[in-house]
């Protein structure tokens, strides 16, 4: 699953208004995977997998500290819809 960090630029948070992705990842087969070093602050983090699964994307805001990168994250996603 690919994972993408953009930080929020204003908004709200319904609809929060985003900066360019400040960092893409791969999630390993267990789901975790780790940022590189994030500045602190606010993100929206998306996660979609791929298409062949019958997992739904997702999208979260998140805040994070200078030290993203110490620890990995993971995320559990809802199936599809039928």
Known sequence: MIVRAYPVTG???ASPKLGAVE???TTGADGKFQF?????GE???TFTPPASTPYAGVWVTAFTS???DDWPWW???PFKPD
């Open 11 to 13: 908004g709200t948070p």
């Open 23 to 25: 960092a893409t990842v």
């Open 36 to 40: 590189p070093q994030l500045s602190g």
């Open 43 to 45: 993100y929206v983090v």
């Open 66 to 68: 200078a030290q993203s």
């Open 75 to 77: 995320v559990i996603l």
